[in-house]
């Protein structure tokens, strides 16, 4: 079946432009994550949603990155005035509770100039 | 330091031979779980091992868990190739959240 898709795949912006990134999570999981990763480096937690609850935001560097989820569903996540240290791999991943696995999408790559 | 610490951080290994990674954590757990990363992309589950399991097995993959010492290992038998990548351990504990907390990763290479 189909997995997690992100788009767009690949994002080059100019400083302080915003960005949306968007995340399509398996149909009928309920958790859905977002992480950072720089070159070479493991994964940042940014932002957790899990069913209609708060969403965990512990993660996120900063006011200028906000994520929504709509309907459960497609979660976006927007980096408002671009700085050239955001530039990393935005992965977003869905969880199956049941199998407490996260199935990950192929991330997006962005470069803030 | 982080929750989840991998060590080495980098492996090199001839191919058929076996690869170990080790992850140390802080809190009580869950579960903890491994992960592979290709070329910086998308991170692949790989196997996931309870806080009251000692020892699980998936193929070439063995995981063990000492919850007493707060570690975990992954071991890779007669590698291959096709296993050079970064290896990451995650941990999902109550006292964050109960959300998936990552390690820095291992960087294996395996040379043919």
């Known amino acids: 079946g189909a997995g997690v898709s992100q788009s767009p795949s690949n994002k080059v912006t100019e400083k302080g432009k915003d960005v949306e990134l968007r995340c399509d999570p398996i149909?009928?999981?309920?958790?859905l994550y977002w992480y950072r990763q720089s070159l070479g480096q493991g994964l940042e937690f940014l932002i957790y949603f899990q069913g209609n609850s708060a969403p965990d935001k512990s993660g996120l560097p900063s006011d200028r990155f906000s994520a929504e989820r709509t309907g459960g569903s497609v979660s976006t996540l927007t980096i408002q005035r671009t700085q050239q240290e955001d530039s990393a791999v935005y992965l977003c991943?869905?969880?199956?509770?049941?199998?407490?696995?996260?199935?990950f999408g192929p991330g997006t790559r962005l470069l803030v100039l | 330091s982080q929750q989840g610490e991998e060590d080495p951080q980098a492996l090199s290994i001839q191919e058929g031979e076996n690869a170990t990674m080790n992850c140390s954590y802080k809190t009580s757990i869950n579960n903890l779980q491994w992960y592979r990363q290709n070329s910086g992309r998308g991170l692949v589950h790989l196997i996931l091992?309870?806080?009251?399991?000692r020892e699980k097995h998936s193929g070439r993959l063995r995981v063990t868990l000492d919850t007493s010492k707060k570690s975990s290992s992954l071991l890779i038998t007669a590698s291959r190739a096709a296993d050079t990548a970064s290896y990451f351990c995650a941990t999902e504990a109550m006292e964050y959240g109960n959300k998936l907390v990552f390690g820095a990763g291992t960087i294996l290479r395996v040379k043919s």
């Open positions: 991943a869905s969880e199956d509770r049941a199998r407490e696995t996260q199935y």
């Open positions: 149909s009928g999981h309920t958790a």
């Open positions: 091992i309870r806080s009251n399991e």
